[in-house]
């Protein structure tokens, strides 16, 4: 489903703040694969999801996805099919709009002259009614009203409505409090299954980097140090992927700061 | 008790042509949330080509108007979408250099007279004389006007296409990662603000039956001033009653200063006005919230003394 070859981004080229964030970082991604993305700060896991979505072109290699070349893509073509949530709750919804306008965004993208029908409203409620959150009935309340926790699930409805070839989960419970992460990390589950979505998910909580998903992958300054899917990762624990990390990289994670953020 | 109702009637008259820009800012100030400075020429543009052309095609001087406009509107959306200029400063540049064309426009000139043309007033003269409306035929076409755009607004801003201007004004960061492409909505509002801007300058000059250079001078404060009125009289989110608002707030506007200019406030003074309205209706609300943290500080500075 996602292909990347070589792909390199270096930022701040040729000052003293030079960064490699990307370092010939190579991945590929089967159709179904929900894999958990983990690594320190400053590993190059939001940089990765950035280059996959766009915000910049890449210094060189390609990204493949679905068997089209989107390198040089710009981000609102690609973004047609692939969904992106962010830590940050307000980043995925329009705070000045209503529950139904938010999502008519998200439905019948591009066919401009539509209106709302209420073929699209009965849909609409269908959706809501599965987060449980009672936003069903309050379609016409502005996004702005909602806790973070809604607005964190209604963003994710919007990003998985159409089923995109590809979700990116960026930390999208981190800021939650522990009751609507849970909420969402269900409704996540659910709608990633039900489609059986392609899926990359941050995450700071290794041991849930180990329950969720069909593979985990393991990031350092802009590489992959750890890949590990099948048979052999039901035996992995988070003990073994701290042993990994010092092995690769000579240093010691440091599991608290990881799972603070 | 005669005068009064005339005064009355003209202010409703030229505030209702001024609701028109109003509106235009309320898509694109208010729901874009670009401040369009290149509204100034725009409007002066409206005038000076609804004028031009209804000396010679009366019949599609408004059209015409309108269209001037949303190339106007055009040009500072490229600008800042496909140029990289900041969105401020492409309506800096647009104004400046709309007034050379507006010049030639005119024939270089800076002054055109259109009282022997035929207008949408007076068109609507002939049809209506006689009948007992006789005597509002220009409020009757303003109106016409006025409802046409707000209606237009109503629909539009609701279609996906509005909801994605909307959203573009609301959370650029949102439609940035979404399948919206934030260039083609600016270019799309700002095409229609324009046209809508310039619907009013061509409106006014067929109003005063005269177009001049500085038509346009200040419009924007003016109107901004009627929107932030009018915003202050609402706190419905609906699109609707958000029109009517703003709408009402042009006419408010324009009342208290005909108020004021029979009062024997000088006519200079309008821009002034206008202005003082708009820094107490932005900054009002900000210094309202330091308050509380101003005491405070006070407070504190006395007990160290």
């Known amino acids: ?261 | 008790m005669n005068t009064f109702f005339s005064l009355i009637q003209t202010a409703l008259e030229l505030g209702l042509i001024t609701s028109l820009t109003v509106m235009a800012l309320f898509l694109s100030y208010s729901m874009l949330n670009v401040c369009d400075l290149s509204t100034d020429s725009c409007f002066t543009l409206g005038a000076c080509t609804g004028a031009v052309v209804a000396l010679a095609y009366p019949a599609i001087s408004l059209p015409a108007a309108m269209l001037a406009g949303a190339l106007s509107g055009l040009l500072t959306a490229l600008l800042q979408t496909r140029m990289g200029i900041n969105s401020l400063l492409s309506g800096i540049i647009v104004n400046t250099g709309m007034y050379s064309v507006n010049i030639a426009i005119l024939g270089n000139a800076s002054l055109i007279n259109i009282n022997k043309a035929n207008t949408s007033f007076t068109f609507m003269k002939s049809m209506l004389s006689g009948t007992p409306l006789a005597g509002y035929y220009r409020l009757i076409v303003i109106i016409i006007a006025v409802a046409l755009v707000a209606l237009f607004l109503t629909v539009f801003l609701k279609l996906r296409l509005g909801l994605a201007i909307r959203a573009t004004g609301d959370n650029p960061q949102m439609v940035n990662s979404s399948s919206i492409n934030p260039a083609f909505t600016t270019t799309v509002a700002l095409c229609i603000s324009g046209s809508i801007t310039a619907l009013s300058g061509a409106l006014m000059a067929q109003y005063q039956k005269t177009a001049n250079i500085d038509i346009g001078q200040g419009i924007l404060t003016v109107a901004l001033a009627s929107l932030l009125i009018g915003n202050s009289l609402t706190r419905s989110s609906k699109i609707s009653f958000r029109l009517l608002a703003v709408i009402i707030g042009a006419f408010i506007f324009r009342l208290v200063y005909t108020i004021a200019l029979r009062m024997n406030m000088p006519a200079y003074m309008l821009k002034l006005v206008s202005s003082v309205i708009v820094i107490i209706a932005i900054s009002g609300p900000y210094l309202h919230n330091q308050l509380p943290l101003i005491r405070r500080r006070i407070n504190y500075n006395q007990k160290v003394k």
Request: hydrophobic letters at 40%.
């Open chain 1, 1 to 261: 489903m996602l292909t990347i070859n070589n792909i390199t981004k270096t930022f701040n080229l040729s000052t003293p703040d030079e960064r490699k964030a990307l370092d010939d970082f190579s991945l590929s991604v089967k159709p179904g694969e929900f894999v958990t993305l983990i690594g320190a700060n400053g590993a190059g896991k939001s940089t990765l999801f950035n280059a996959i979505c766009g915000n910049f072109i890449t210094d060189s290699g390609s990204i493949i996805l679905d068997g089209h070349d989107i390198t040089l893509m710009p981000q609102y073509e690609r973004s047609r099919n692939i969904g992106r949530l962010y830590q940050d709750p307000t980043l995925g919804t329009a705070p000045g709009m209503t529950i139904e306008e938010n999502l008519a965004l998200a439905t019948k993208t591009g066919r401009w002259i539509t209106h709302i029908t209420n073929r699209d409203r009965e849909l609409f409620r269908q959706k809501l009614s599965r987060l449980q959150m009672h936003l069903e009935d309050r379609l016409t309340q502005q996004i702005g009203s909602l806790s973070g926790g809604q607005r964190q699930a209604m963003a994710l409805l919007m990003a998985t409505i159409n089923p995109p070839k590809l979700l990116l989960l960026d930390e999208h419970t981190a800021a939650l409090d522990p009751e609507a992460e849970k909420k969402v990390m269900r409704i996540t589950e659910e709608i990633v299954r039900e489609h059986d979505l392609t899926c990359i998910m941050i995450t700071h909580d290794m041991q849930a980097a180990l329950d969720m998903g069909t593979r985990t992958i393991m990031m350092h300054d802009g590489k992959i140090i750890y890949d590990v899917y099948g048979e052999e990762r039901k035996k992995v624990t988070v003990n073994l992927l701290l042993e990994k990390f010092r092995q690769a990289t000579g240093k010691d994670l440091n599991n608290d700061r990881m799972l603070m953020i």
